[in-house]
T-cell receptor, first 115, second 112 residues
Framework: NAGVMQNPRHLVRRRGQEARLRCSPM?????VYWYRQLPEEGLKFMVY????????ESGMPKERFSAEFPKEGPSILRIQQVVRGDSAAYFC?????????????FGQGTRLTVV | QKEVEQDPGPLSVPEGAIVSLNCTYS??????FMWYRQYSRKGPELLMY????GNKEDGRFTAQVDKSSKYISLFIRDSQPSDSATYLC????????????FGPGTSLSVIP
């Protein structure tokens, strides 16, 4: 069973461009979480999605950021008109449908650099 | 006050030492408590999780939760150089689907 797959691992964008980060959850997992990690800081929650639904987006900036988790395909975190402050590592985690435990498994992250 | 506080370190110990890592939190609704280990430029990996108060042991690792004090700990016995990493405490609410809140992490170096 493959783990959580994120791609690309590294992404360089110029200011004003769009960044698309992809996350394929573990097989059988229908819950996806996105986190951002700035240098020397912990993981900051951004958004929690289930298939086709956004459950909690309280950590996501109101502008320029959006997330989706379609019925088919990976979850996408989209950042429009990127700025230097968006440079960070973005991690995706997934968890299973059952409520028996709270384990969330993380991907290796996408490191976004805005130049 | 931040929801979860953790001493960022860095913490440096000799090989074989017992390591104590700690977090405090302010939200009494937290029920699930986790410790993640993150190697440099890698994703976090779950080490242990506990529900409510109590102790849990797994090999060289012991997790303790004291909900009355809002304080959790991770102990590492017989520390090894391979334990050198950043350790993140994390916690979430009553259901396993509540968002997980992370501490900022403690950087640990185990010196051979």
């Amino acid at each position: 069973n493959a783990g959580v797959m994120q791609n690309p691992r590294h992404l360089v964008r110029r200011r004003g461009q769009e960044a698309r980060l992809r996350c394929s959850p573990m097989k059988g997992h229908s819950h996806v979480y996105w986190y951002r990690q700035l240098p020397e800081e912990g993981l900051k929650f951004m958004v929690y999605l289930q298939k086709e639904n956004i459950i909690d987006e309280s950590g996501m900036p109101k502008e320029r950021f959006s997330a989706e988790f379609p019925k088919e395909g990976p979850s996408i975190l989209r950042i429009q008109q990127v700025v230097r402050g968006d440079s960070a590592a973005y991690f995706c985690a997934s968890s299973p449908r059952t409520g028996a435990d709270t384990e969330a498994f993380f991907g290796q992250g996408t490191r976004l650099t805005v130049v | 006050q931040k929801e979860v506080e953790q001493d960022p370190g860095p913490l440096s110990v000799p090989e074989g030492a017992i390591v104590s890592l700690n977090c405090t939190y302010s939200n009494s609704a937290f029920q699930y408590f986790m410790w993640y280990r993150q190697y440099s430029r890698k994703g976090p990996e779950l080490l242990m999780y506990t529900y409510s108060s109590g102790n849990k042991e797994d090999g060289r690792f012991t997790a303790q939760v004291d909900k009355s004090s809002k304080y959790i700990s991770l102990f590492i016995r017989d520390s090894q150089p391979s334990d050198s990493a950043t350790y993140l405490c994390a916690m979430s609410g009553r259901t396993s689907y509540d968002k997980v809140i992370f501490g900022p992490g403690t950087s640990l170096s185990v010196i051979p």
